[in-house]
């Protein structure tokens, strides 16, 4: 049977444990408010980007600029995984990077040669001993970042894709459902497509006809890589929001263990507490029944 000292010191911890935890989800809470109002604001933007920059991509032909051509032989991939730079919210980022690691697998076993652009603390501890290339590190930004980092991200990626340095452009991150759900997505990015640039969600009805001025390829020229950073802020506002919704639900996972933990050591305490109170009674009475005889 445990000491009663070393129980109550147990449950002394595990009670402030749980005072930091509950802290820590009101904090994700709070966080979580302003992402999640970050990323709402931003889908329908981004998804009717998607759909005119849809219709023009289908009217167009792909050699009118670089980054709608795609490559006969595909010899280098680059993947852009997106994480948050803290821990403590479950397994989401282990299935970011194990979701970007089955594709790195699968295509160096295919002969390709995988390089990693990692966004995020955990990304670029993910992949620091697993052989591949790391191009760059953005660390330490996805605290606060606003569209100047997917700018920064996606400068590098078009700056490599036109000058022949990557061939194909997959980005890893976590997009975010509701509070309860938030899921590992792969979202291919270079090279783009009609059918890449497509939203979520197919135009019901009649679908507009538009008149462009300049032409679609001046436009085109104009619009592509402003798409590609669209995408990776979408990326990011998603990671973000999934990140804060993840650390809160896994810290209140934790509150709650600490309070069946409280519950399972007073047990322990009040059972040691009888065990030492019975052996003291035990004591007395032999002691006076030795004073009688």
């Known amino acids: 049977m445990p000491a009663l000292k070393d129980v109550k010191n147990k449950i002394s911890a595990v009670k402030k444990t749980k005072q930091i935890t509950k802290a820590m989800n009101m904090v994700a809470s709070a966080k979580l408010r302003n992402a999640q109002a970050r990323i709402e604001r ?8 998607y759909e005119m920059l849809g219709e023009l991509a289908k009217g167009a032909d792909p050699s009118v600029h670089p980054l709608l051509e795609a490559r006969e032989e595909v010899k280098t991939v680059l993947l852009l995984v997106i994480t948050s730079d803290r821990g403590l919210c479950g397994a989401f980022n282990h299935n970011i990077i194990h979701a970007a690691q089955k594709v790195a697998r699968a295509k160096t076993a295919e002969g390709k040669t995988v390089k990693v652009l990692c966004v995020g603390r955990k990304a670029r501890d993910g992949f620091r001993h697993l052989g591949y290339e790391i191009v760059a590190s953005y660390v330490n930004e996805m605290g606060t970042f606003d569209f100047t980092l997917a700018s920064r991200i996606g400068g590098e990626i078009i700056g490599g894709y036109i000058g022949g340095a990557y061939d194909e452009v997959t980005m890893a991150f976590g997009k975010f459902i509701s509070l309860a759900r938030q899921e590992a997505t792969l979202l291919p ?3 783009l497509s009609p059918a890449d640039t497509v939203g979520e969600k197919e135009p019901v009805g009649a679908k507009a006809e538009y008149i462009y001025e300049p032409s679609v390829e001046g436009l085109l020229a104009e ?3 402003r ?5 990776i802020y979408r990326g990011l506002l998603d990671t973000s929001a999934s990140e804060h919704a993840a650390r809160m639900r896994a810290m209140d996972n934790a509150t709650r263990n600490c309070d069946d933990l409280v519950n399972s050591l007073t047990l322990v305490y009040n059972k040691a507490r009888q065990a030492a109170i019975t052996t003291e009674l035990m004591d007395i009475v032999g002691g006076s029944e030795a004073l009688k005889g």
């Not at 931003?42 to 980007?49: G, H, S």
């Not at 798409?227 to 995408?231: A, E």
Request: a positive charge; hydrophobic letters at 55%; aromatic letters at 22%.
């Open 227 to 231: 798409f590609v950073n669209v995408q």
């Open 189 to 191: 990015v270079l090279p």
């Open 42 to 49: 931003f889908r329908p933007y981004a998804d009717k980007f």
């Open 223 to 225: 619009l592509l890589p």
